[in-house]
C-alpha cells in the first residue's frame, strides 16, 4: 500500500480528483485531505483527514509507551532489590510499576502526539496558508502509473509524493 500526497491547488480540482478516486474504486476513509477551511471540505463532501493523519498522535504514543513500560521495569526491579520491600512485595510489583510506566507513558506521549504537526503535512504548512488543499491518498502499489496519470489530468504542476504505509490495511505490510 502506498500514500500518495499532493496539493491541489484549487477546491474544483481536488473534488475532480475525489470524484475520479471514487470511481476507481477507492473508499472515502483510504482518502484524508487538509484545508484550513474546514467548512469549505465538509460542504463539499470531501473526507478530511482525522487527528491521526494530521498529527504524530500514534508515533509519540508508541514512544511514551515504550519508555514508560522501561522506566516502569527499572523502578520495579529497584523495589526488588532493597532489602525489606523485595521479599514482601515480590513480582506483583515488577508488573504493577510496568503496567502503571505504559499507561502513563502512553497517556503523556499522546498529550505531546496531539500538539505535534505530522512532520509530512507540517512541510505543506505554507501552500494551506494560502489556500491549497493537502491530499493523502492510500492506493494500492500495483495500481501507482494510473492514479499518477489521473492526478496528472486534474493537477499537472502537483508534486506527488510517494510513502510506503503499514497501517490502515491488513496488507499493508
Not at 74 to 100: D, E, K, Q, R, Y
Not at 106 to 134: C, F, R, S
Request: proline share 5%.
Amino acid at each position: 500500500m502506498k500514500r500518495l500526497v499532493f496539493l491541489a491547488p484549487t477546491l474544483e480540482q481536488a473534488q475532480n480528483v475525489v470524484e475520479d478516486l471514487r470511481k476507481m474504486d477507492i473508499p472515502d476513509e483510504k482518502m484524508h485531505v487538509v484545508a484550513k477551511d474546514h467548512q469549505m471540505l465538509q460542504d463539499a463532501n470531501i473526507h478530511e483527514a482525522t487527528e491521526m493523519e494530521t498529527s504524530e498522535l500514534e508515533s509519540d504514543m508508541d514512544w511514551g509507551m515504550v519508555s514508560g513500560g522501561t522506566i516502569g521495569v527499572i523502578a520495579g526491579l529497584a523495589v526488588l532489590g532493597t532489602a525489606p520491600f523485595g521479599l514482601v512485595l515480590g513480582g506483583g510489583t515488577l508488573l504493577t510499576l510496568s503496567l502503571l510506566g505504559i499507561g502513563f507513558g502512553g497517556w503523556l506521549g499522546k498529550m505531546i502526539g496531539e500538539d505535534t504537526p505530522n512532520a509530512l503535512i507540517e512541510k505543506y504548512e505554507h501552500a494551506l496558508d494560502d489556500g491549497q488543499i493537502v491530499m493523502m491518498i492510500d492506493v494500492p502499489a500495483e495500481r501507482l502509473p494510473e492514479f499518477h496519470h489521473m492526478i496528472r489530468g486534474h493537477c499537472p504542476k502537483a508534486l506527488i509524493e510517494s510513502v510506503h504505509i503499514f497501517h490502515d490495511d491488513p496488507l499493508a505490510a
